[in-house]
């Protein structure tokens, strides 16, 4: 299979149950483990919407790129549910369309993933913050305070769910995922010894993208009064969407030119934290990223998806006419 990637094409994913999602220039990929040891590769086929002219607007690109990670993401953990099923208890005899999530079910999962987060990172920091004003803080002074409620509840999130062992193991496929974005942006074999020449932590994780959000909504929101309630209340939610835009573009930035030493400062702070969400995967783990990865550059090339590297059988063989 060939492994050079379509020019300037930038690849990333994440980690599911037992496999990883890669996400290539225009198609997204993901390869999982099943429980009797075999390796299932399936494409995700992704909306023309998420290709349009809105991915190469600055700004606006994050917002798409946002709502396309959400989106794939879910897909990706579906597929990886149901492939971790014992085989008596999965879905493999029923359609694929059968298998994965239909569009009110996906938008639903959306909305309550986005509704927990916007309450417990957001709106719960806004309310604890407001018993600051009782010790005469002034407005720079509490809301400097609302963003170290905030850091202090994302940084506790982050370390309770990594205390678990099935996040553990998820954990060892996020690192397994960087590692292989890692060889193949620094032109090395994808292979387990090629992977381990590089680190588990990479500048475009979607953790260095949540720790970016956390410190640029901060310094925006420094910007607004606390009084009244509804404007404070507002404006938290409105300014939601250009601090993931703005952040977006940072963490863009910080990936095609991570050499630059100013950026290894900017960025270092969300690398440490990476030592928490990745973990230094097994053999097993890094094929499973290099199946995705290898399969996501096939697909942007034209090419058959296949993992003969691994199980010796292909695993999806597109229409040569599609």
Known sequence: MADTPPQGALYGGQAVIE?????????AVVA?????????????PQSKL????????????GISALA?????????????????LPPEESDEDEPEEEQTLGGFALGGMIAISLTLAIVVFFIIPLFLSRGLESFRWNDWAANAGEGGIRIVLFLGYIWLIGRMSDIQRLYGYHGAEHMAVHALENGDPLTPEGLRRHPTAHSRCGTAFLLTVVLVSIIAFMFFPRDPLWIHFASRIVLIPVVAAVSYEIIRFNGRHSEWWWVKVVAWPSLLLQNLTTKQPDDGQCEIA?????AAIAL????????????????????PAE
């Open 32 to 44: 999982v483990r099943k429980p009797d040891g075999e390796v299932m590769v399936q494409p995700l």
């Open 19 to 27: 496999g990883v999602m890669i996400r290539g220039a225009s198609d």
């Open 300 to 319: 942007d090339n034209g090419q058959p998806i296949a993992v003969s590297a691994i199980s010796g059988e292909p695993a999806v063989q597109p229409d």
């Open 50 to 61: 998420w290709l349009s002219k809105w991915r190469r607007i600055p700004f606006l690109r």
């Open 290 to 294: 290099i199946a995705s990865i290898e």
């Open 68 to 84: 396309e990670t959400l989106t794939l993401g879910m897909k990706a953990l579906a597929v990886s549910a149901n492939a971790a």
